[in-house]
């Protein structure tokens, strides 16, 4: 159980278009989800944490107008990218979180990532 | 603000030594601790997660041990084979909504 699949797992897209990116919980609601950007060789970074049926919550330094956050559904949370460039060219990570059955701590269960290229 | 460090932050070994990765974190108010493998290119695998209020999680060859007070975690693997080559993330949760903050990263080569 827990899984987390992400849709498309690779895109190449050109400057200026807007490119929407699917995270999906398979068999658990999210209470939250939370969407991360890679860099070559480098950490993940927490872009944003979004709860269903509300407003996400952007880190410092995330433009919430370029990435598009949608909660629609305890199972689907969308990152939109508008008007990509090619610095926007990561791997963009999403996790889901349940609640465990006791102890009242949370695990986060990760996508398998999706390649994006702005060319 | 919550920072994570991992140390080293590349390792290359022979196969069948045992390694400890460390980690550390600034604020010791942390909900739980996580160790995740990365492969290139790839996801995320979770590892093992430790809860606040424990002391150390084991899975097969690896152990991971926290200690909040001094804000520090290690991960020992046992016995390293060739397909434990690749980068090891340790992650926080703390914060609103239990946010993780991961580390830099600790890329482990391990060779025949």
């Known amino acids: 159980g827990a899984v987390v699949s992400q849709h498309p797992s690779r895109v190449i897209c050109k400057s200026g278009t807007s490119v929407k990116i699917e995270c999906r919980s398979l068999d658990f609601q999210a209470t939250t989800m939370f969407w991360y950007r890679q860099f070559p060789k480098q950490s993940l970074m927490l872009m944003a944490t979004s709860n269903e049926g509300s407003k996400a919550t952007y880190e410092q330094g995330v433009e919430k107008d370029k990435f598009l956050i949608n909660h629609a559904s305890l199972t689907l949370s969308t990152l939109t990218v508008t008007s990509a460039h090619p610095e926007d060219s990561s791997f963009y990570i999403c996790?889901?979180?349940?609640?465990?059955?006791?102890?009242?701590?949370?695990?986060?269960?990760f996508g398998p990532g999706t390649r994006l290229t702005v060319t | 603000k919550q920072e994570v460090t991992q140390i080293p932050a590349a390792l290359s070994v022979p196969e069948g030594e045992n390694l400890v990765l460390n980690c550390s974190f600034t604020?010791?108010?942390?909900?739980?601790l996580q160790w995740f493998r990365q492969d290139p290119g790839k996801g995320l695998t979770s590892l093992l997660l430790i809860q606040s209020s424990q002391r150390e999680q084991t899975s097969g060859r690896l152990n991971a041990s926290l200690d909040k007070s001094s804000g520090r975690s290690t991960l020992y693997i046992a016995a390293s084979q060739p397909g434990d080559s690749a980068t090891y993330l340790c992650?926080?949760?703390?914060?609103?909504?239990?946010?993780?903050?991961f580390g830099a990263g600790t890329r482990l080569a391990v060779h025949p």
């Open positions: 992650a926080v949760a703390s914060g609103g909504y239990n946010k993780l903050i």
């Open positions: 996790s889901a979180r349940r609640a465990f059955t006791s102890g009242g701590d949370y695990e986060q269960y």
């Open positions: 604020d010791s108010a942390i909900y739980n």
